[in-house]
């Protein structure tokens, strides 16, 4: 059974960074795409960013472009969400997810993590 553990979030101070990670168990994990969302309080979970299984294709939501990277470590079987100019509305609960495919649709996602609280406040 695949299992997602994220990891990293907390408390950031706006144009502050924060790394989350999410450690993949018991996948196949350098072939399958990994992404991840998030989810603020009253809101629907909304795609962040993608990233293919070499690494080299990586695909993000407008609001984070030059902001955020994703990234992924196969031989660690960890995809890194780096976030740096961190602003109040990045505020929500993250989730990694694990799918065959990279894409921005939810429902393309076969595992999901559990979730990592980001708060962005001074």
């Known amino acids: 059974q695949v299992q997602l553990v994220e990891s990293g979030g907390g408390l950031g101070q706006p144009g502050g960074s924060l790394r989350l990670s999410c450690a993949a168990y018991g996948s196949i994990f350098t072939i399958y795409a990994m992404g991840w969302y998030r989810q603020a309080p009253g809101k629907e979970r909304e795609f962040v960013a993608v990233?293919?299984?070499?690494?080299?294709?990586?695909y993000y939501t407008d609001s984070v472009k030059g902001r955020f990277t994703i990234s992924r470590d196969n031989a660690k079987n960890t995809v890194y969400l780096q976030m740096k100019s961190l602003k109040p509305e990045d505020t929500a609960v993250y989730y990694c997810?694990?799918?065959?495919?990279?894409?921005?649709?939810?429902?393309?996602?076969?595992?999901w993590g559990q979730g990592t609280q980001v708060t962005v406040s001074s």
């Open positions: 990233v293919r299984w070499n690494g080299g294709s990586t």
């Open positions: 997810a694990e799918g065959p495919r990279g894409t921005v649709y939810s429902t393309a996602y076969d595992y």
